[in-house]
């Protein structure tokens, strides 16, 4: 490292000792202060932490701006999205060249005269952060709904303009979570509000254009679910779901009389998670009643006990069912075997069901924009780690795929890398799928830097799809690898359970693991091994950097939930209540000590660590920006090699990062220019 980047010192933050006792336990927190988000004193310490990351990645500097322009240049600048039909328009987004954000539009035909509905871009304009999804279009399609948020919290204020005179109706309604759907009558719309501080989603509202007041639909009391609505495909209904991690609870809006009240599906029960369809013969229940992986049931369109349910797709010892989606002619499951999605689609007069075929070793398949329920086709997205994302419409009729759309990657040719899968043993003997890409022509000798990536809780499986930014590194000699550890559920439902509460340590030996037989089989040097986790991820990286620093040489940890154990006994944190059924709850001795050996932030201890990138966001919504800050502060203070960890805050954003397309790549242009100084690559 040359001397003008160990030239400046990191900050030192003041140490403020706050007594934490439970169970006869007791730890003390020095940087507990770092809570105050509007404190002076915590934005003026975040932008230190900024300046000496910033003084510590300079000889990178015209690497940094390098690997910017290799980023972008994978960006096609004028994209457009290939369009859906919905209730007579064809609907889009499209980009602008050099414009961050995305143009909505809609035409009567293909060739149409184009009708813009929303310039993002301009919304944008004196805003650093903007996120504005897809509209909702009412059932006439003569209003349009969208939701904006400039923070990154993910509060949304909600609009609703007249498509025919361009004029917005009404005032905004505020703080809302972004989720809203149609009634059928096209001036009653149902949205979503969360609780502004747990950030729970918490109740439903009713708006009819023209009344001044809404109107509560339903409240979800119990703190540890969720609520969210969307509307059925057959456009009967408008569901009203309550979800935890290990129970849901649905309700039943008639589309048609927007004015009633929901009428409950079936009550909560103590680990039993299911979703509905309408096929418009019945209601349709992806269910785990009596099947660990997941069954499908019909069940009348009325509240029926489960005995009256009917089994339509039987439990699978060796297949996990995602999900099922249900039109006039036929329906489909999303399914997982072996590590591998699935796309199953069934005649419903015949029976009879085939799986669309995939040509690669490791890929991810899954449904499209689909949102009539009378077609003819099924319109699909398929994406590998060295083939970039296709649209696809598979025909019912003949039973095979038409390439509607391949997305540009400018640059790219797939022709020159290649993907496989291998697979681990764990120290319990379990076999652990990892997903790989490199440049054709690697060889197996144990000499190219090696990056892993990870994830591994929530039951969210961790798919091998195509990533642009990636090949920046595996043009520089990369192998890149992604290990699917338990706590997804990349394997079955076992595979969730056997990586959380009482087990999660699971999730972390599973990733070292991964890690020893990729440098066994020689994949990678062992001196140049890093790696990557976000979130829950970062979770991951904290505490395998605390069980195993020395197999790695740096390692990047965004937004990572590291003080496990304060913030899960702090029920006012957003969002705690609900990951009890995840991560235990601490209140309870046995979970309390079994969380305590894997807190990163806990653990850390007196010993030489690699280099670290802590990333987050000021706006966080999903991990506190002050996790990551009190634990780079407590890195620094125990370790004993002179390994750099640096944190960097995003003072305009939250849990995605930026907004834009192009200053996303900033912050990826930063890590990668972290690992490559790292690796002692200057190009």
């Known amino acids: 490292m040359s001397q003008r980047a160990r030239a400046s010192l990191p900050p030192v933050p003041p140490e403020r000792p706050h007594r934490m006792e439970i169970h006869a336990d007791v730890r003390v927190d020095p940087y507990f202060w770092m809570k105050e988000r509007k404190s002076p004193e915590v934005i003026s310490y975040l932008k230190e932490e900024n300046a000496y990351t910033e003084s510590v990645l300079a000889p990178a500097k015209a690497l940094r701006k390098k690997l910017f322009g290799e980023l972008k240049g ?46 993002v871009n301009e919304l944008a304009k ?54 809203a759907e149609w009634a059928n009558d096209s001036k009653t719309f149902f949205y979503s509000k969360q609780h502004p501080e747990t950030l729970r989603s918490q109740w439903v509202y009713r708006h009819e ?46 589309a048609d009389n927007p004015k009633g009240e929901p009428e409950i599906f079936l009550p909560k029960e103590k680990d039993h998670e299911y979703a509905l369809d309408d096929g418009e013969d019945g209601l349709y229940v992806v269910t785990n009643w009596k099947a660990k992986n997941f069954r499908l049931m019909k069940a009348p369109r009325r509240p029926a006990k489960k005995e009256e349910w009917q089994e339509v797709v039987p439990h699978r010892d060796d297949v996990l069912l995602e999900g099922a989606s249900f039109f006039q002619s036929h329906y489909v499951l999303s399914e997982r075997e072996q590590g591998l999605t699935q796309l199953a689609v069934t005649d419903r007069k015949t029976g009879e069901t085939k799986r669309i075929a995939f040509p690669d070793p490791v890929y991810v398949a899954g449904e499209s ?26 025909g019912f009729a003949r039973a ?104 999660k340590m699971n999730t972390f030996t599973d990733f070292i693991d991964c890690t020893e037989h990729l440098l066994k089989e020689g994949y990678g040097d062992p001196k140049r091994v890093y790696a990557e986790g976000e979130s829950a991820g970062g979770l991951l990286m904290g505490a395998v950097v605390n069980l195993r620093p020395d197999l790695y040489s740096a390692i990047h ?72 800050a009190k634990w ?39 890590e990668y220019a972290f690992f490559l100084m790292m690796d002692g690559q200057k190009e």
């Not at 457009?80 to 009567?108: A, H, M, Q, T």
């Not at 890195?635 to 002179?642: M, V």
């Not at 960097?648 to 907004?659: F, I, K, L, V, Y």
């Open 632 to 670: 780079t502060a407590k890195l620094r203070k125990f370790k004993t090699s002179d390994g750099f960890v640096l944190l960097h805050t995003e003072m305009d954003s939250g849990h995605g990062g930026a907004s834009g397309r192009f200053k996303i790549l900033e912050q990826t242009a930063l």
């Open 74 to 119: 994978r960006i096609k600048q004028d994209e457009s999205s290939y369009p859906f039909f919905l209730r007579g328009y064809y609907y889009y987004k499209r980009f602008e060249k050099n414009k961050e954000y995305p143009v909505y539009c809609r035409k009567k035909s293909p060739k149409a005269a184009e009708e813009i509905l929303l310039n």
């Open 400 to 503: 095979a795929s038409v390439l509607r759309k391949q997305y540009e990657v400018p640059t790219y040719d797939a022709s020159r890398y290649e993907s496989e899968r291998v697979w681990a043993k764990a120290r319990d003997g379990t076999s652990v799928p990892i997903s790989l890409v490199y440049k054709k022509g690697f060889v197996k000798n144990g000499k190219a830097p090696l990056f892993i990536y990870g994830y591994g809780s929530y039951g969210s499986s961790e798919d091998p799809s195509f990533k642009s930014d990636v090949v920046s590194l595996l043009d520089r000699g990369f192998v890149y690898a992604i290990a699917h550890i338990r706590g997804g559920s990349e394997m079955g439902r076992h595979w969730y359970e056997d990586g959380k509460l009482l087990k």
């Open 369 to 394: 924009a689909n949102p009539e329920y009378k077609t003819n086709f099924l319109r699909y997205s398929y994406e590998s780690m060295n083939r970039p994302d296709g649209i696809y419409d598979y």
């Open 557 to 628: 940890a965004g937004v990572p939930f590291v003080d496990v154990l304060t913030t899960m006994l702090d029920d006012s944190i957003p969002l705690t209540t609900g990951e009890y059924d995840e991560w235990g709850d601490p209140r309870r001795p046995e979970y309390y000590r079994y969380m305590a050996q894997y807190s990163p932030y806990d653990n850390v201890t007196r010993q030489g660590y690699p280099h670290l990138l802590v990333t987050t966001g000021l706006h966080d919504s999903q991990v506190q920006y002050w996790e990551p």
């Open 126 to 179: 004196g805003h650093d952060y903007t996120s504005v999804p897809f509209p909702e279009i009412s059932p006439d399609s003569n209003k349009m709904l969208y939701v904006v948020d400039f923070e990154g919290r993910r509060f949304y204020d909600i609009y609703v303009k007249d498509l025919t005179t361009g004029k917005l109706i009404g005032a905004p309604i505020k703080k809302a979570t972004g989720n």
């Open 209 to 254: 254009l023209g009344r001044k007041k809404d109107e509560l639909v339903y409240e979800e009391k119990d703190e540890t679910f969720d609520l969210s609505l969307h509307k059925s495909r057959t456009e009967k209904f408008i569901f009203l779901s309550s979800i935890s991690t290990l129970s849901t609870e649905w309700r039943l809006l008639d």
